[in-house]
Structure formats: structure tokens, C-alpha cells
């Protein structure tokens, strides 16, 4: 049975220890074979043997864990998907911030009016109800946690700020605990209002912060227009886009977005493409052209035939592969879930030991100075920035790669790309446009009774109904020139060599010279412009009429105006390309001169590219090597490669086998994958970087490290400041990853 993928939202996760325990359980239920739970996109990606668990059953293992978790209805469309997590994004955010609001303002009010001699049980109350209204999810969650053997971020803050607020609640009721034996009765009930504020404060930062991180998934899903002009029996009104089925006709005015994929049928215009293609010339459209929904109409008004719909469309097809990306793991992420497995119990051991030091070391108020030093471990010692440091350089990297037109289907592959030595571009469609076109008629000198226009009228007709595309380009020349092309009588392809028949009366032979020479015609009158087409790297297409040779038709297929440009672009990177082709070497060598590729593996099959590609591979001790192709006849070149890039269209997104798609056939789109991939591994460097280094250095002075050297403690509502402020610093410094020029 072939293994199925399932993602499943997962509520009430709040830090990397949250994610990590959820993930853990999954890997070890039977039939899960890989399993990612990320806390940025608040979900649970498992692949899994459906004959021996169901998703259900996967849901029930992630509830068994204290956390939430449901499965999409069937079908559901991943752009109305999108817009529901958005909107709870939304609520979550304001949440945080009128709590925040409303602790900050009453933890203030206190902390000032404390000279005042406000009674300290009114400060209890007070206290009571913060925590039982914007602190409440810290204690119900970490009890849940505890109550699954487990602890997280929550078990942290509940620990400390509950810790104080009974310790304050003994000093109020029976301070003679604490006078008795010498010691000041002291309450904390402020520290726990202002500490629950700024940790709420973090929140809402960090929630305002991840929403600008998912901005261009918004503004993709925010494409889609609600409403459709639909035409039926001649009348045209509105329709919801849900309620459109395949087959309507669709009017389309200047300045509007076309509301879903079809083909125009009627009309014609130019459309802006650029949310799919990163192109930001607009493409001109006209019956029978496909376009895409969500893409910008610029100028003429057009009629559309609707053609796929709801989660089949292009435009949910991209937000699905986005949303993959963002909820797939870079190998990165691993350093930080180990350390988040054992972070908490080892601060919780922490905040022990150094209540434990001050009671013994401290010179005067011992417990008092050690219990907010514990305090301050607890509060101090947040995985959040370990469990963000990863996945939010992911999401801006491929929202960031999606705006130029590169999708990237995981974390794996943004990591991987960055490492690449080796590119490896395919010859037709990659390097060149893989549409032969005609570029020079050469006439025999012998044929002065035939001009160059009837004999292409001749060829043309009798290569209409062939599929080829060197015919495909003959025919393209007659219709550019306004020739009449007829059918021909009679037709017969010759595989391999190229094509005869009777057009208008007249026997025509058209293909390479071995197709003429098995006719018993001579070549020799078009040999010396057949040598000169060669030479070209274009292909000559010799035509005999009536028995005598007439002319020869050069083919070729252009290279890319962009191919140049990006093979000196990853050239200065450091990297080697070479061009793989299954076409001749004289042919190959000549496009690769043309754009500056100094190695050529020319006349390889299909399946021998498998192997080339593996041999690059292994060269001088082992090689990263990514392959660039059409991703149809290279798809199993580009499974073999380490990073496999596919040159899409903007109605042809979901190359299975490409790790990348290039939704546009620039090339220098390659460089600009990589220079993302290295900015992105570097970014997440230095998020992990200054996480850990953020807990190595505060952990020892919320211990009171400095307390020996300089006097200097650090009050537990400092600490929440400098735990929120860790956080929100690893999104911020992710964010950049926005502005990262490309091109």
C-alpha cells in the first residue's frame, strides 16, 4: 500500500518543547513514518501507512498529548483554508494585545500606587484576576502538560508566576511564617500582574510579527475575487466563485481579476501574470489561450470557458505547495528540537539549585533574594525563539521566492539549494525555448521555377498535418507570411527522416538528407548551405518538388535571451554548469558557446542522464549537484539530483518531480534560488545562534551571577521583558529575509 500524507491543525502549542513532545508521540505510533509538527503554521504534516493507522487515530494520539487537533473536511479548498487560519491569526493577535492592554495598565497602577498602602489583599485580588482571566491559558496548559508527564514554556511561567503569587499569599495571611524566623514577609503581586503583561506583550508581538511572515501567502490567497460575472441564456450576473461550474462563461473587464482558470474563448487582451510568474509584463491573451485566476486584466474585456475550479485551480495549487513549504522542516530545525526535549526539566532543575545557592550563600534575605532569582530562571528560560528560529526563516524564504516566481516545495531543499557546487541545465527548453522556429531559406540554384513563398505554401500544407515540432515551425512561418496552406492529397511520414505527399498536384519531399537520398535525389546543389546551417547549430531541412531538390529550410531553436546572463551569474557564485542533451555534438556545442557554458555532455538517451547525473555526483569526493529541465522527459534526471529545479508555466505548477519550480523560463531565476537558499541557511544561523546564546548568557545572571562581582540582580519582570524581547528579535531578524534583492 503507498504511504499517504495528512496535515492536521494542531491548537495550544506555544513553544519548540510543545511542538517537539507532539511530534515525538507521532513518530512512535504505528504505520507513521515521518512526522513534522510546526509551530509556526500551527500544524502536524504526517506520512503514514494508511492499512495500519487512520488520521483519526492520528488526531486522537495528537489530543492524547493536551493539545488540540481536527481534521480538514474532505476536499477542502486550501485558499478558503488559508482565510480561516488567517482570521483566527487575526483574533489571536487581539487577544494577546487587549490582555496585554488591561495587565500592563493594572500591574502600572499598582506598582505606583503601592506608597499609597493599598491594602494587600485588594493587590491578591487583583492579582487573582489577572491570572484568572489574561493568564489563564499558562495554567490550564501547563497543567495538561503536567497531567502528560510533560512541560513546556507554559510550565515555566505558570511555575513562577503561581510560586509567587502563593508565596505572596502566605506573607499576606500568616506573615508571622516568615517574621518569626527573622524574615521580611514580602509579596510579589505586582511582579506576577506586570510579569503575565509582558509576557502577553511578547505574545502579541511575536503573533503581529508571525502574520507578516505568511504576507505573501496572504496576498496570494487575497487574489482570488469573491464574485464571478457569469453569462447565461445572454444575461450576465454576479456568482459566487464557489457556486461557478466547469463549462461557464465568464466575462472578464479591463482592470479586473480574472476570477478562475479557463481558456478565452472570445475576445482578447493583455494580462498581468506576475503573482505566478514573477513577470511583470503583462501576456497577451486570445481565444484558445489559457488563463489563470487570480492574474490581473489589463486592458481588453474577454470571455472565459471556467476549466478547473476550487482546490484543482492553479492559484490553490500554488498556495497548497506554499503552504507545504512553510510547514515542512529545514535539517536545521533538528539541532534545536533535541536541545527543547530536555530545556525545561533541566531549567526547572536550574531554578532549584539557585534558590538552593542563595538560602546557603546569601548574606542577608536569603529566601526573599532566592526566591525571585528562581523566579527569574523560570520566567527567563523561554524555548520560543529555539522553537521560531527555523521555521520563520522558512516561511519568509519562500514567501520571499514565490513573489520572483520560485516555489519551493520544503525546508530540506531551501536548506540544500544554498549548498549546491554543480548545475546541470538541460538543452531543450532550458537553455533554449524548445519552439523551433525557421531562420533562414536557402533556394537551390537550379530551382529557378519556383519563388521562395510557393514553395514554403507547398511544405507547409503538406507539413500541416504532421506533429513534429520541426514541422510545428514550418507552418508558423507560412501563417507569419499570410501564405495559403491547404491540405494535402496524399501524406506519409517517414520516422526518423521526415515527410512526402502530394500537395496541389505536386510531390513534395521535405526532412534530412537521408530522407532524400533514400528518394534517389541528389543533395549536393543545397550541400554547402546545409554545412553553414550545421555549423550554426541549426538544423537544415532539405525540399524536393516534382522530383528535383528546390531548397533547404534552416530550423533552430533560439536560446533564451536570460541563458547568458545566468550562466555568468552562477559562475561568479562559484558554480560549475554544464549542459546535458541528448542532441548532437556539433549541435551542443554551438548553443553552449552561445551562452557561455564551457561543459558539454552531448547524445545522451533519457535514462543515461540518470546515470550522468549520478556520476557528477561522486566527482572529486562528492558534489551537490542540482538539475534544471522542462520537468516531463527529465523527471527522472531530476529526482536523481540533489535539488531538482523545473522550468513551469503559469498553468503547469505541480512538477511532481522538481524539489523547485521556476515558474517563469528565466534562467537566472537558478542563481536567484540559490543566493535565496544562502541568505535563508545563514539567517537561521543566526537565529539559532543568538537564541542559545540569549539562554547561555541570561540564565547565569537571572541566577544572580553577578551578584558577587557587581551587586546587580535581575528583577523576575525583567526577565519577562527579556524573554519577550528574544523572541520577537529572532522574527524580526527572519523578516529581512523580505527585502532580499534577487535580480
Not at 462563461?249 to 472570445?266: L, M, T, W
Request: glycine share 8%.
Amino acid at each position: 500500500m503507498t504511504a499517504r500524507s495528512v496535515r492536521i491543525p494542531v491548537t495550544g502549542m506555544t513553544c519548540a518543547a510543545c511542538s517537539s513532545r507532539v511530534q515525538r508521540v507521532l513518530k512512535k505510533q504505528p504505520g507513521v513514518t515521518d512526522a513534522v509538527v510546526n509551530l509556526m503554521m500551527h500544524d502536524a504534516t504526517i506520512t503514514f501507512d494508511p492499512t495500519t493507522v487512520t488520521p483519526d487515530a492520528l488526531v486522537a494520539a495528537i489530543v492524547d498529548t493536551g493539545y488540540g487537533a481536527a481534521l480538514a473536511p474532505p476536499g477542502a479548498n486550501p485558499i478558503a483554508e488559508q482565510e480561516a487560519r488567517e482570521a483566527e491569526a487575526v483574533a489571536e493577535f487581539q487577544g494577546f494585545r487587549r490582555k496585554a492592554i488591561v495587565s500592563g495598565v493594572l500591574g502600572a497602577l499598582l506598582m505606583v500606587a503601592m506608597p499609597l498602602m493599598i491594602p494587600t489583599w485588594v493587590q491578591g485580588l487583583l492579582s487573582l484576576a489577572v491570572m484568572a482571566w489574561a493568564g489563564r491559558h499558562f495554567y490550564v496548559r501547563a497543567w495538561a502538560a503536567l497531567r502528560h508527564r510533560a512541560s513546556d514554556m507554559n510550565t515555566l511561567i505558570a511555575v513562577g508566576t503561581g510560586s509567587a503569587f502563593l508565596y505572596s499569599v502566605v506573607a499576606t495571611v500568616a506573615p508571622d511564617v516568615f517574621t518569626s524566623r527573622g524574615l521580611d514577609a514580602d509579596v510579589y503581586y505586582e511582579a506576577v500582574i506586570v510579569i503575565i503583561a509582558f509576557v502577553l506583550t511578547g505574545n502579541a508581538f511575536e503573533a503581529r510579527a508571525k502574520t507578516r511572515t505568511a504576507s505573501a501567502l496572504r496576498a496570494l490567497v487575497h487574489l482570488q475575487p469573491k464574485l464571478a460575472r457569469v453569462v447565461r441564456d445572454d444575461r450576465e450576473f454576479d456568482l459566487p466563485v464557489e457556486q461557478v461550474v466547469s463549462g461557464d462563461v465568464i466575462s472578464v473587464r479591463p482592470g479586473e481579476r480574472v476570477p478562475v482558470d479557463g481558456r478565452v474563448v472570445a475576445g482578447e487582451s493583455a494580462v498581468d501574470e506576475s503573482m505566478v510568474t514573477g513577470e511583470s509584463l503583462p501576456v497577451a491573451k486570445q481565444p484558445g489561450d489559457l488563463v489563470v485566476g487570480g492574474t490581473l486584466n489589463r486592458t481588453g474585456a474577454f470571455r472565459l470557458e471556467a476549466t478547473t475550479l476550487g482546490a484543482d485551480s492553479v492559484l490553490a495549487q500554488i498556495v497548497e505547495l506554499m503552504r507545504d513549504a512553510q510547514g515542512s522542516r529545514a535539517p536545521l530545525q533538528q539541532l534545536a528540537d533535541q536541545v527543547s526535549a530536555v530545556f525545561v526539566p533541566v531549567v526547572m532543575v536550574l531554578a532549584l539549585l539557585t534558590f538552593g545557592i542563595w538560602v546557603i550563600a546569601a548574606d542577608q534575605a536569603a529566601v526573599a533574594r532566592g526566591f525571585a532569582a528562581a523566579v527569574s530562571v523560570l520566567i527567563i528560560a523561554c524555548p520560543c525563539a529555539m522553537g521560531l528560529a527555523v521555521p520563520t526563516a522558512v516561511m519568509v524564504a519562500t514567501g520571499r521566492g514565490a513573489e520572483a516566481g520560485i516555489l519551493i516545495k520544503g525546508g530540506e531543499t531551501l536548506q540544500r539549494a544554498g549548498e549546491v557546487q554543480t548545475v546541470v541545465l538541460d538543452k531543450t527548453g532550458t537553455v533554449t525555448e524548445g519552439q523551433p522556429v525557421v531562420t533562414a531559406i536557402t533556394m537551390a540554384e537550379g530551382a529557378r521555377a519556383w519563388d521562395e513563398a510557393t514553395m514554403l505554401g507547398l511544405v507547409a500544407s503538406l507539413e500541416s498535418v504532421s506533429e513534429h515540432p520541426l514541422a510545428e515551425s514550418i507552418v508558423q512561418a507560412a501563417r507569419t507570411r499570410g501564405l495559403t496552406i491547404s491540405t494535402p492529397e496524399q501524406f506519409a511520414s517517414l520516422t526518423g527522416r521526415g515527410a512526402t505527399g502530394v500537395v496541389r498536384g505536386h510531390r513534395v519531399v521535405v526532412g534530412n538528407a537521408r530522407c532524400l537520398d533514400e528518394a534517389g535525389l541528389s543533395v549536393v546543389p543545397l550541400a554547402d548551405a546545409a554545412e553553414r546551417a550545421a555549423v550554426q547549430a541549426h538544423t537544415p531541412m532539405f525540399v524536393a518538388i516534382d522530383g528535383a531538390p528546390v531548397a533547404l529550410i534552416a530550423v533552430a531553436d533560439p536560446v533564451k535571451a536570460s541563458a547568458r546572463d545566468a550562466v555568468a551569474r552562477l559562475t561568479a557564485l562559484g558554480i560549475e554548469v554544464v549542459m546535458l542533451t541528448g542532441d548532437t555534438r556539433r549541435t551542443a556545442d554551438a548553443v553552449a558557446e552561445a551562452v557561455g557554458i564551457r561543459r558539454v555532455v552531448a547524445e545522451v538517451v533519457p535514462a543515461g542522464k540518470v546515470a550522468e547525473i549520478a556520476r557528477l555526483q561522486q566527482e572529486r569526493g562528492g558534489r551537490v549537484v542540482a538539475m534544471v529541465g522542462d520537468g516531463i522527459n527529465d523527471a527522472p534526471a531530476l529526482a536523481q539530483a540533489d535539488v531538482g529545479m523545473a522550468i513551469g508555466t503559469g498553468t503547469d505548477v505541480a512538477v511532481q518531480a522538481a524539489d523547485m519550480v521556476l515558474m517563469r523560463g528565466d534562467l537566472r531565476r537558478v542563481s536567484d534560488a540559490i543566493r535565496l537558499s544562502q541568505a535563508t541557511t545563514a539567517t537561521m544561523r543566526q537565529n539559532l545562534f543568538w537564541a542559545f546564546l540569549y539562554n547561555v548568557v541570561m540564565l547565569p545572571i537571572a541566577a544572580g551571577a553577578l551578584y558577587p562581582a557587581f551587586g546587580l540582580r535581575l528583577n523576575p519582570m525583567l526577565a519577562s521583558a527579556a524573554m519577550a524581547c528574544s523572541s520577537v528579535s529572532v522574527v524580526a531578524n527572519s523578516l529581512r529575509l523580505r527585502r532580499l534583492r534577487l535580480s
